[in-house]
């Protein structure tokens, strides 16, 4: 009985570990998000997730104006522009308007600040086109808990 107790409190611990260790969150990408707002028919979801000292970004987007750019995560509160600090690498539709983000192309290494800034909710993902160079649609990261 003391092993089978002990076996159970071990286990329930590892899964504590294991979920305070990863947080995950979905933002959802619009004009409107821009500074300033951008008039766009493109929309996009995109999901964050946190393990350890590694982010990983998965998700699509579509309907762009023009063809693609590139997309970024930055520095910056919801009103701000700010710095790049990773660039993300999409699979394109034919069109080149829309495409996917997957986890595996877009894993990036987190240091002390952007750690930081992820739970300070001063991070926001960037999606450009040739119509709207700076920035087509956008989504604010909110704080997360890691």
Sequence with gaps: MRAKLLFLTIFVGLIAISAAA??????????????????????????????GDSLFVSGKFEDLREYYLGASIHFGRANETGNQIYRLTAELNEEKTGGVFKPEENRFELREAQKEALRNGRMYINIRSNRNRSGEIRGQIPPLSF
Aim: charge should be negative.
């Design 22 to 51: 990863q947080s995950s969150v979905e933002i959802v990408l619009a004009g409107h998000n821009q500074v300033p707002p951008v008039r766009s028919p493109g929309t996009g979801m995109v999901e964050l997730t946190v393990e």
